[in-house]
């Protein structure tokens, strides 16, 4: 088990930049695969981005391709979302996963962060 925490959040304007952090405890996080997933008010939660264990092997959802790319710090222990050219309908709460499936389901992930909430405005 993980403990994971999200921050980055923040309302921004539509095309600005935010960074998500999923900082975890645990010597071990190096090997998890750690998914972005988002939930808007009244919506599901929606996969985002997966990174495998190695931190070579990505997938996005269509929705995001080309504006976001995930990524790890090993060093530091921590994942990241990178978000450019967000909009409005970007706006959702933010959380990351840790599991042991490559998988862009939400049950394939035991461990989860808070959440950190991101707002895009006009």
């Known amino acids: 088990q993980v403990q994971l925490v999200d921050s980055g959040g923040g309302l921004v304007q539509a095309g600005s930049s935010l960074r998500l952090s999923c900082t975890a405890s645990?010597?071990?996080?190096?090997?998890?695969?750690v998914a972005w997933f988002r939930q808007a008010p009244g919506k599901d939660r929606e996969f985002v981005a997966v990174?495998?264990?190695?931190?070579?092997?990505?997938d996005y959802a269509d929705s995001v391709k080309g504006r976001f790319t995930i990524s790890r710090d090993k060093a530091k222990n921590t994942v990241y979302l990178q978000m450019n050219t967000l909009r409005p309908e970007d706006t959702a709460l933010y959380y990351c996963?840790?599991?042991?499936?490559?998988?862009?389901?939400?049950?394939?992930?035991?461990?989860w962060g808070q959440g950190t909430q991101v707002t895009v405005s006009l």
């Open positions: 996963a840790a599991g042991w499936s490559y998988s862009d389901r939400a049950s394939a992930y035991d461990n």
């Open positions: 990174l495998s264990g190695g931190g070579v092997v990505t």
């Open positions: 645990g010597r071990a996080f190096g090997t998890y695969i």
